[in-house]
Every structure is written in C-alpha cells, then in structure tokens.
C-alpha cells in the first residue's frame, strides 16, 4: 500500500486577479422534474427523487431504483459509462452503465477495515476516491479487488467535496484545497477562506462562496471571479467550458470566456 507523503509540501494561498471572467448567455430551460442532481460531458440530465435517479437522453428516459438503499447522497456523472451513485447512510456506492443498469455494488460496511465514508468521486479504470470519515483520510478504493491503492495521511479537518477528473483528485475541507494527482502524491495545499463547492473545467476548478463563483487556474494558482450572473445558485455544472447555474426553477446555460 502506497502512504501519501506530504510532509515537504508548502502550502500556499491565493492569487486573486482584478478583472473577471466574462460570459455568454446560451439559453435556460425550465426544469419540471425533480431535483437536478448531474450533467454529463454529453449534455444528458440526471434527476433524483428519494431514491431514484432519471437519466434524459434526447427523447429516451433510463431509470434506476433502490428502495434498500435509502435516499441518493450524490451522483458522479463525470465518466458516463459507469456513473458512480453514494447513499451515504448506507455506507455504500452503486456503479451504473450508460442505461442505468448496475454494474457494481461496493457495500463498504463489508469491507475490512471498516471505513465509514463521507463523499466519492469516480477514479480511473475499477477505482473511486472515497473520503474515510472514521481515519479523516482520503483513499483511491480498487472496487474489483476490494484493496486500497493510495491514501493520504490523516487532513484533520472534515471533507466538504472530493473531486476527480482521473489524472488528479481535489479534496476540499473548511480551511484547504488538497490536490493530488492518481499516483497518490500530493501536489499541493492552499488555504481559502469560505468556498462550500467545486467543479472541474479542462483541468482548473470553478469554486463557490455564496452566491458567486469563481474560477481557479491550478497551474498558476490565481483565482479569478466569475461574471456575476445575479442568480440564486442552487446547484452549478461545468462540461466543456459550458457553466450550467440551476436556480431552483430553470437551468440557465452559459459559455465562459476566457482571454
């Protein structure tokens, strides 16, 4: 088992830019069905309703129920192929095709050691990155052979968000943004003050504090705000540089432009 060093890491905090990104206005949608939970890098629509998640594919409609399971806590739709699905009251993670059929269920209360998971996100080939509420570590979980990969010292702060895109995983906490890439390594640590959400974009982050966004270059490590779109922001996607703001009521799309 690999152990994440990170005691030489230097930890940083951010570069703010003066101007902002701009955006243009696509269209908005009324959403009528229930709760928005995903997008994928196809433009397809995820609701979920308790305990059931709908996937909208053009004019086609796959459904996917279990009552076992409780309540959904997140979807992961990054990999639309096997869209990973957390109940996290019951400490498990179902793995879904295309359709919404079940390919993997990974019950972790039956796995040894127990590991009483926070937050998941998909990881590359049969992996997923699960936060370990019981340790306060983060773990790159082999679902297939029910082994741990990688995982990081204990943070010593609870999860909000993990965040994967298979070449790197974010992991956001009240007070830092941890960014490792899928070997385990840790790349780097900011501080920040206030941001509750993220999304990944070609590699770069969009952050939320309030009702305002912003967007992170994880190369340079400068923060620049997001147009302010005046929009109660409930739920916001990325795919493809296209920012998606949900507000309850309608999806309103946007390009973002960058100079």
Known sequence: MKIINYLFIFVSSWLFAQDSIQTNFVKKIRIEQN??????????????????????VKTNEFIYNNMQLGEISSIDAFNALKTTVFYRDFNTVIILDNRL?????????????????????????????????ETQELELFDY????????????????????????????????????????????KKIAHDGFTSMRESDGNLILKK???????????????????????????????ETLYIYDDEFLHQYQLIKE
């Open 35 to 56: 709760q928005l939970a995903a997008i994928d890098n196809f433009g397809n629509y995820y609701f979920t309703d308790l305990n059931t998640i709908s996937k909208q």
């Open 101 to 133: 059929s079940e390919i993997m269920k990974i019950d972790f209360n039956q796995n040894t050691p127990f590991r009483n998971i926070s937050h998941v996100s998909a990881g590359y080939d049969t992996t997923i990155w699960c936060f370990n509420q």
């Open 144 to 187: 297939r052979n029910k082994t741990t990969r990688v995982k990081s010292f204990p943070v010593n702060d609870n999860a909000i968000a993990i965040l994967s895109n298979y070449n790197t995983c974010w992991l956001l906490t009240k007070n830092y943004l941890y960014h490792y890439n899928y070997f385990g390594s840790l790349l």
């Open 210 to 240: 309030d009702e305002f966004l912003h967007y992170l270059d994880t190369t340079t490590e400068l923060i620049t705000p997001i147009q302010d779109l005046n929009l109660l922001i409930k739920q916001f996607f990325v795919t493809n």
